[in-house]
């Protein structure tokens, strides 16, 4: 069952070209998909739509049977929290929070008690490898680190979809190889995974199919080899 089903989907803005023209993509629960293509190509407009960020010119965006493109600001936050995990490049963690705090603020923010979200909290944060930081700040963390306590608070709703921008850029070699290495752990216990990436290495190690941009178009959609 698709998980995203986006249909004839544009995004004009005032000026310049679209940033998409028409495109139509399906995503399966299960998938785990990089988008490429370069600066400009309408990657992060695409991620965007996704989490109803933005809206389509003209189109329907359907994710987890969300009709997003008609969603208003209440009901686009709503679906975030419930539906969307998302981790940044640069990790947007809340420098004046602890790491637990920073990991257990989207269900606190649905509603869970906070008994509940610290639990959560340790959970994840022990799968993740960084529960000895809970309760230290973001800033004395190392790159790599911090991108798995942004993973967690990602996780914290147990989201139907997880979208990750760039989710290596800002690390080191070492740092993003541990990124690689989680996404593909993440992946195999079943989470469907969109990703936007200039680096091809990290398309072809965590995803199981690549979708191409250029000047707003799908160029190509390719399946890759199954991972072992």
Known sequence: MPVIELHDVTRKYDEGPPALRDVSLSVSAGEAVAILGPSG???STLL????????????TVTVDGVRVDKLGEAGSARYRRARIGMVFQFFNLLDDLTVADNVMLPAQLSG????DAQRRAAELLGTLGVDRHSA???GRLSGGERQRVAVARALMNRPALLLADEPTGALDT??????????????ADGQTIVLVTHDLALAESCATRTVQLVDGRIAADTT???RR
């Open 41 to 43: 190509s309408g990657k």
């Open 112 to 115: 869970m008690t906070r008994a």
């Open 48 to 59: 965007n739509l996704i989490a109803g960020l933005d809206r389509p010119t003209a189109g």
């Open 174 to 187: 070492a740092a993003g190889d541990d990124v690689r290495q989680l996404l593909n752990e993440l992946h």
């Open 224 to 226: 890759l080899a199954a």
């Open 136 to 138: 230290a700040y973001p």
